[in-house]
């Protein structure tokens, strides 16, 4: 009887230092490995694609130029007769629901056109430009345009242009522009007892 209650112990031991020594090790490995392939795969694929030119778009303002110097830029390009108009439209929306509360973030919308170029602060927001320019305009401040519009470019703090995203991309899109904010500094704490002092 004592020596089936050591037999089963010892099992019992065995198992837990296998499941503590080797399962869950192996786990946390298989786990975070995944997760750095997810990351370095995104980072591959934001490799610099080209300089995005601000200043030679028509119409910007040196107070505007300045307050996107430095700053995480989605760029959107459309076309007027575009049949993906309204889905651009609705993820636009919700770029700017997402992601205007942050200072980093500023969104331009490019449509291109033919007759005036100009470039406007659209519905009384800091962050969101509208900008009617011309093919060759666009073309010179860096963006590719054998895309097939509508698409977005994600422009980083350095004015590098990170990657190119179709209308289907969104998921995508969402994901690496988050990849691509500066991380916020940790506040620090402040105990209790220090506000009391």
């Given at each position: 009887m004592e020596e089936k209650r050591s037999s089963g112990?010892?099992?019992?031991?065995?198992?837990?230092?296998?499941?503590?020594?080797v399962i869950l090790p192996l786990g946390s490995w298989y786990y975070l490995k995944k997760g750095s392939d997810f990351r370095m795969g995104n980072v591959e694929e934001m490799l610099s694609k080209g300089d995005f030119q601000l200043d030679k778009m028509v119409g910007v303002r040196p107070m505007d130029l300045d307050s996107m110097m430095g700053k995480s830029l989605l760029v959107g390009v459309m076309q007027s007769e575009d049949e993906q108009g309204e889905t651009f439209r609705d993820q636009l929306g919700n770029l700017l629901d997402q992601f205007s509360s942050s200072k980093e973030f500023k969104l331009i919308q490019i449509e291109k056109v033919e007759g005036e170029e100009s470039f406007q602060l659209a519905h009384h927001t800091e962050n969101y430009w509208v900008a009617k320019q011309s093919k060759p305009t666009i073309e010179s401040i860096g963006i590719d345009f054998n895309q097939s519009t509508p698409f977005w470019a994600l422009v980083d703090m350095k004015g590098q242009i990170r990657n190119y995203y179709s209308m289907d991309d969104f998921e995508k899109l969402v994901l690496q522009t988050a990849m691509i904010f500066p991380l916020k500094k940790r506040e620090t704490v402040t105990l209790k007892r220090d506000l009391e002092k």
């Open positions: 112990r010892f099992v019992v031991i065995t198992l837990f230092l296998l499941l503590m020594l």
